[in-house]
């Protein structure tokens, strides 16, 4: 059990069931009545958003979550299958389990995967990703405008904006934070 004082950003709580993370906190000592402490939760499993407020000393669970490093195999009928490197093991999510997450995977790639009660919630993938170009039009020779970008297709079906000279073919490093082009891989 965690109590209020324990709360900091990161934290993992569990709350009906459910697993959040503390994504921002504030100890509040009003002048009249008791101490709480107002917080800013995310849902591990949908996502999404909510505000909390606790009275300070109240006590939370302690969400049963496990990391776990394993190989992304394939997607069949929006379902993407991993394997468990170590015992393999196979697990799948559906794409809204995955969320933007999907966009980064390639085959064969090692990802985090977090489980919640023994089931697959969602995917950590690594902070940069070298993914192909698969469709963009031509660059042309002295075509060189500052700052100037074109939208380019990537081998997993997701699209950024790029530079002109960036051609199909060429291996791009994607930040998976922002999902932006860094730069062209030689």
Excluded: C, W
Aim: aromatic residues 10%; hydrophobic residues 35%; glycine residues 10%.
């Amino acid at each position: 059990m965690y109590s209020t004082p324990d709360f900091r950003k990161n934290l993992k709580i569990e709350i009906n069931g459910e697993p959040f993370v503390i994504v921002d906190f504030l100890h509040v000592k009003p002048g009249k009545g008791g101490a709480f402490v107002r917080t800013t939760l995310k849902s591990l499993i949908t996502g999404n958003v909510l505000e909390r407020t606790f009275r300070s000393g109240e006590k939370v669970d302690k969400p049963d979550l496990e990391e776990k490093i394993m190989q992304y195999l394939y997607q069949s009928e929006g379902q993407y299958h991993f394997m468990d490197s170590e015992t393999y093991d196979q697990s799948f999510m559906t794409e809204d389990q995955l969320g933007e997450s999907r966009n980064y995977l390639q085959e064969n790639v090692e990802v985090t995967v977090l489980f919640h009660n023994g089931k697959p919630i969602g995917v950590e993938v690594p902070i940069f990703v070298e993914l192909r170009v698969v469709a963009t039009e031509p660059g042309v020779k002295g075509d060189t405008a500052g700052g100037a970008t074109k939208p380019a297709t990537l081998e997993t079906g997701m699209t950024v904006q790029v530079p002109l000279f960036v051609n199909e073919g060429d291996v791009l490093k994607i930040d998976t934070r922002t999902g932006k082009y860094i730069e062209r891989v030689r």
